[in-house]
């Protein structure tokens, strides 16, 4: 079936391609300019595998699974990565300090105007250094995809942001409360357990319906996207931090606030575009998510992914850092214009009809 905002031509033809090239000749001036802004702050660049044997242990990340043969024919299961997050973390345990990627990463089941099923992820890392210098960093490329392409204002349906403008910072008990009228942090204890019972009597107050097999993130994440993601980015770009600790599979605990983590989100115009950790350094505790979100995912969709045993093996010499994911295509978008992911792509994965 065809998707809402997907291109029907092929991307082929002279015609559609000679629409898409202003946004794809963009694309590529905010990557020079991106890779030059990382250079000018003494990163390296670096390049890891596509292949990995676990794609990612979220629950409802999707991976593009393949096998590897041995030289006597024996499978073994390997996935297309998710992120380069596993690899980069073991870099920086290798003794890397300063790393950028711009990497292609695979997600299955996504597809849409801001879905691709392959895309261009912009991971960076730095060692010793607290989250806060990520939002920084985030600010700095907004001002520098505007300035590259000589826009003004970012927009996306309807939304507009002044990519100049200094960003919101807003943690998500502030955010629930101002849109939703509920008190997140009440349904969290110190430890990180949460209470579905008494989020689900909150949402029900806020006048949302509540099915009898909501978990508790599932009633996160409805009152996130139906009440709070409208409102963000708009005028100016959105910091959304201070997750829930079970809401951050890969932070480390705030040190302000145990019972959120040191992770935020960025949104522009009502698009998240970069995800971002103060990276949790216990892989006792890494495993212990890890198994947790492994068992969701097998309950819900029935499958789970293997855990990479090499990468809990570094993160336990990893040093303290900060690290964060921007989909740079979404990016390509907002500032040149474009209305789909795919006008930003040089070549499109060919659609799959059913």
């Known amino acids: 079936m065809n998707h809402p905002g997907v ?4 991307w082929w033809t002279k015609n559609s391609h000679a629409d898409r090239r202003p946004f794809l000749i963009g694309r590529n001036r905010v990557l020079t300019a991106l890779r030059a802004f990382f250079s000018s702050r003494d990163f390296i660049e670096v390049d890891t595998a596509t292949l990995q044997v676990s794609p990612g242990n979220e629950t409802h990340l999707h991976a593009f699974a393949t096998e ?11 996935y297309l990565h998710t992120s380069p997050e596993f690899a980069a973390k073991k870099l920086l ?11 292609h990463v695979y997600r299955n089941r996504e597809r ?6 392959e895309f261009t992820m912009l991971e960076w890392y730095r060692v010793d250094e607290a989250y806060e210098q990520l939002m920084a960093d985030c600010a700095d490329m907004l001002k520098l995809a505007a300035e590259t392409t000589g826009t003004k204002r970012f927009s996306f349906r309807g939304m507009e942001i002044d990519p100049f403008a200094e960003p919101e910072r807003l943690t998500l008990a502030e955010a629930f409360d101002r849109f939703a009228g509920i008190d997140l942090l009440a349904s969290v204890a110190a430890s990180g357990e949460t209470d579905r019972d008494l989020l689900a009597a909150l949402v029900r107050n806020a006048g949302m319906r509540v099915a009898e097999d909501d978990s508790w993130a599932d009633l996160f994440s409805k009152v996130l996207v139906d009440k709070i993601e409208p409102h963000l980015g708009q005028d100016r770009a959105t910091i959304l931090c201070e997750y829930p600790i079970c809401e951050a599979a890969l932070a480390r605990p705030s040190a302000r606030d145990p019972r959120v983590a040191e992770r935020f989100e960025l949104y522009a115009c009502g698009v998240e575009l970069a995800n971002a950790f103060g990276e949790l350094t216990d892989a006792g505790e890494q495993r212990r998510r890890f198994e947790h979100e492994m068992a969701e995912k097998a309950r819900i969709y029935g499958e789970a992914y293997p855990i990479d045993e090499d990468f809990l093996a570094a993160l336990a010499v990893m040093p303290e850092a900060s690290g964060a994911a921007l989909g740079f295509d979404r990016l390509a978008m907002l500032a040149t214009g474009a209305t789909r992911i795919d006008q930003v792509m040089w070549a499109p994965v060919a659609e799959v009809h059913s």
């Open 7 to 10: 291109s029907t031509f092929p």
């Open 93 to 103: 345990s290798a003794g890397e300090t300063h790393i950028f990627t711009f990497a």
């Open 112 to 117: 849409g105007p801001l879905h691709h099923p």
């Open 68 to 78: 590897a043969l041995t030289i006597d024919g024996e499978a073994a299961p390997l």
